[in-house]
């Protein structure tokens, strides 16, 4: 049974970072009763794959405003999923290769940190559109 | 979403203090508010994370880009009380043994 679902729909700019997080914030506190934990692995993944899109607009497009990006998060009894999809240029991306960099390294971690915080994370390509699922199972209350 | 609190201590020790989401858009104001101070001479820096409800990969590049900017100039950059979503970011990237959290602002370069 679906118990909250959240849409955010804008260019992939920095802005829109802190748009899906207050709206994410809204969303648990109409849901209540996701726990604290699967709050933070969920939000912690969601915000660096969010952050990711945006990075690579701003490097591949040569300027975001035509990028657009569409999130989606659904709270069901068992799982928080998200849905991201944007118009940009194709990602290739291998989940099975992502590590960690080097302590000192300044950037890097991100697809890391969602990989780990997430229960399950994809990227495919579908209808011309670079699309990530993202899912946290949810632990008993 | 995030104010920045940026402060030099008696000791000479520069406070900087967070409050709200370090993300990919504060991060750069947290990077140029650490290199600022150690340009000016503060390189003995304590980042009080005691507001900061969430960071994320790009707000903890900008805490080791000022770790090496301020050691490079002969000092520390030193973090204090993160709060629980900070703590786990620093645990699950290992970066908990390079940036160990203190218990106040204060006691920060007490050791």
Known sequence: MTEGRLQVDGHAQPEVLDQVHTELEQLWETTGDVSMRDRM??????????????????????????????????VTDSEVRGVLADNGLPVEVDLG???????EAESGRGLAMALASLDHLEHARVAGCNRWTLVCERSAP | MMELDVRTDERGV????????????????????LD????????????????TTFMDSSGLGALIAGLKTARQAGGDLRIARPTPAVTTVFELTNLDKVLRPRES????FDD
């Open chain 1, 41 to 74: 692995r969920f939000e912690m993944g969601l915000m660096e794959i969010v952050g990711n899109v945006v990075e690579h607009a701003y490097r591949l497009d040569q300027g975001s405003a035509a990028r657009v990006l569409s999130v989606s998060v659904t």
């Open chain 2, 36 to 51: 600022t101070l150690v340009n000016d001479g503060t390189h003995r820096i304590v980042v009080d994370l005691a507001e």
């Open chain 2, 14 to 33: 520069g406070v900087v203090v967070p409050r709200g989401r370090l993300n990919m858009v504060s991060a750069r104001s947290l990077r140029d508010a």
């Open chain 2, 105 to 108: 602002a204060e006691a920060a």
């Open chain 1, 97 to 103: 290769d992502v590590t960690l960099p080097d302590p």
